[in-house]
């Protein structure tokens, strides 16, 4: 069982290789290694910045947005939705799985612990038990398909959805929400809300 959302990562891309973990425009349909492999790219190039960011935000209103977030959470970095945007050096660019960050992201397995910070006050642990929580409530699993709208992605309770997927396994699809999906924005409000608890 995943301590850390470092962890959460690599188990989910070891066990649901090839099943589908984000569909975006532009993108198509990434597989959970491909998802992984995107993910660990920005996180390099995170991590090859000399000094590395303390904290990390990113704000393109496109699924890079997401992959930071989670680059952000397995480099160890704190997320903070209010920071400027990436350079597109990172995002993709020449940074993009940069060789200079290769050492320094494996070496971050061994630093992410328990108290490690990641939004706000709240460290990974107790974002991954609040997702366990959440999950017990929502029953997804590696068979869910969720559609959540990507003109919102900025917003708390889309990425609390999308941080539900990981944890589960499922599909997340960013477009227009469909009637009848099994996205329904109370139950994310307070997910990663540092002032609130499930």
Request: with cysteine; glycine share 8%; charged share 20%.
């Amino acid at each position: 069982m995943a301590t850390n959302l470092r962890e959460l990562l690599i188990q989910r891309a070891a066990r649901l290789q090839e099943r589908p973990a984000v569909s975006a425009p532009d993108w198509g349909t990434l597989s959970y290694a491909q998802f992984r492999n995107r993910v660990e790219g920005v996180a390099r190039g995170l991590l090859a910045q000399v000094p590395p960011p303390e904290a990390v935000g990113c704000a393109t209103g496109s699924p890079w947005d997401w992959v930071a977030e989670v680059a952000a959470a397995a480099s160890g970095l704190v997320w903070d939705p209010a920071r400027a945007t990436l350079p597109p050096e990172v995002l993709g660019g020449s940074l993009f799985n940069a060789e200079a960050g290769r050492g320094p992201f494996h070496e971050q397995e061994q630093q992410i612990h328990e108290a490690t910070p990641f939004l706000g006050s709240q460290t990974q642990t107790e974002h991954l038990a609040r997702l366990k929580a959440l999950n017990r409530r929502l029953g997804w699993d590696h068979e869910t398909r969720v559609t959540l709208p990507l003109e919102r992605l900025a917003e708390p309770p889309v990425r609390n959805a999308l941080w539900s997927a990981l944890y589960a396994g499922a599909h997340a699809v960013l477009g227009q929400p469909s009637t009848g999906a099994s996205w329904e924005e109370p139950l994310f409000l307070s997910c990663g809300s540092s002032a609130e608890r499930l």
